[in-house]
Antibody, heavy 117, light 107 residues
Framework: EVQLLESGGGLVQPGGSLRLSCVAS????????MNWVRQAQGKVLQWVSG????????HYTDSVRGRFTVSRDNSRATLYLQMNSLRVDDTAVYFC??????????WGPGTLVTVSS | EIVMTQSPVTLSVSPGERATLSCRAS??????LAWYKQRPGQAPSLLIF???TRATGIPARFSGGGSGTEFTLTISSLESEDFAVYYC?????????FGQGTKVEMK
């Protein structure tokens, strides 16, 4: 059974940093692209970042480029999202997602990031 | 970026009735279109990819169609667990983008 479990969310002040982690199990992690998708309360889904299976290919949505860094450790089956210079509008539930050929096959339950003073 | 527009915003349907949801892309996405279902407090789950291919375990009452810029998701006979928010997503271009969602509520 495919399982994805995010951690690392919490309350942080504007300008602060957080690192999200996602531990994967039930599939060959190193064979799949992985992504982060976020959803602010009552808002639509927004793709944030994606990383290829080897980690060599990375993509970011414009609003986080230069502030967020996606990475992965295939030996630990873990995906990361380092979030720096956090802003109030980064407040959202962040989902770890396994990608198919561009679509999102499996989702973790999400971790809440709240940016507030 | 490609803008995905869903209609209607809310659809009121009785159990057992048919529901048809629409999704329009601001430019062609070929058949690179997926549909997701999200219930309150839960993560989204994949229903359809490739515009019309059901994901593993998805019942046959869900069907998708369309190509280019116009797409539909049809639920042939609504069951209680189908009342939820449905999102379309294009994966033809970066960034991947989602529609704003259609809420299917019980009439």
């Amino acid at each position: 059974e495919v399982q994805l479990l995010e951690s690392g969310g919490g309350l942080v002040q504007p300008g602060g940093s957080l690192r999200l982690s996602c531990v994967a199990s039930g599939f060959p992690f190193s064979s799949y692209s992985m992504n982060w998708v976020r959803q602010a309360q009552g808002k639509v889904l927004q793709w944030v970042s994606g990383i290829g299976d080897t980690g060599n290919s990375k993509h970011y949505t414009d609003s986080v480029r230069g502030r967020f860094t996606v990475s992965r450790d295939n030996s630990r089956a873990t995906l990361y999202l380092q979030m720096n210079s956090l802003r109030v509008d980064d407040t959202a539930v962040y989902f770890c997602v396994r990608a198919g050929s561009g679509f999102y096959e499996y989702w973790g339950p999400g971790t809440l990031v709240t940016v507030s003073s | 970026e490609i803008v995905m527009t869903q209609s209607p915003v809310t659809l009121s349907v009785s159990p057992g009735e048919r529901a048809t949801l629409s999704c329009r892309a601001s430019q062609s996405v070929s058949k690179n279109l997926a549909w997701y279902k999200q219930r309150p407090g839960q993560a989204p789950s994949l229903l359809i990819f490739g515009a019309s291919t059901r994901a593993t375990g998805i019942p046959a009452r869900f069907s998708g169609g369309g190509s280019g810029t116009e797409f539909t998701l049809t639920i042939s006979s609504l069951e209680s667990e189908d009342f939820a928010v449905y999102y379309c997503q294009q994966y033809n271009n970066w960034p991947r983008t989602f529609g704003q969602g259609t809420k299917v509520e019980m009439k």
